[in-house]
């Protein structure tokens, strides 16, 4: 049974740093694409990066680009996303994501993912 578990969440001010992490159960992380996923309250979720598998290609929403980065240890199953310059728009649940396959694809943006973790929340407020 496949299940992704994020964890790093919290209460950040404006302009503060986060590092999440998902660590995954029942496959290995080196063969598959993984990503993550946010939704603000109120708003439909949104595609913020994904990391593919044996090349380690990387994709970041137009918002995120420059700020976050998204970076994997297979060793260790987890998958990691350093967030800096966090703004109170960003406020809200996290989610990490895999479709199974090797590749994030073009439409690496769209929330069709077969898998998805149970979300942690990051909030940014003074």
């Known amino acids: 049974q496949v299940q992704l578990v994020e964890s790093g969440g919290g209460l950040v001010p404006p302009g503060g740093s986060l590092n999440l992490s998902c660590s995954v159960s029942g496959f290995t992380l080196d063969y598959y694409a993984i990503g993550w996923f946010r939704q603000a309250p109120g708003k439909e979720r949104e595609g913020v990066s994904c990391i593919s598998s044996t090349e380690g290609t990387t994709y970041y929403g137009d918002s995120v680009k420059g700020r976050f980065t998204v970076s994997r240890d297979n060793a260790q199953n987890t998958m990691y996303l350093q967030m800096d310059n966090l703004n109170p728009e960003e406020t809200g649940v996290y989610y990490c994501?895999?479709?199974?396959?090797?590749?994030?694809?073009?439409?690496?943006?769209?929330?069709?993912?077969?898998?998805w973790g149970q979300g942690t929340q990051v909030t940014v407020s003074s």
């Open positions: 994501v895999s479709h199974g396959l090797t590749r994030c694809g073009k439409s690496w943006y769209r929330d069709d993912y077969r898998y």
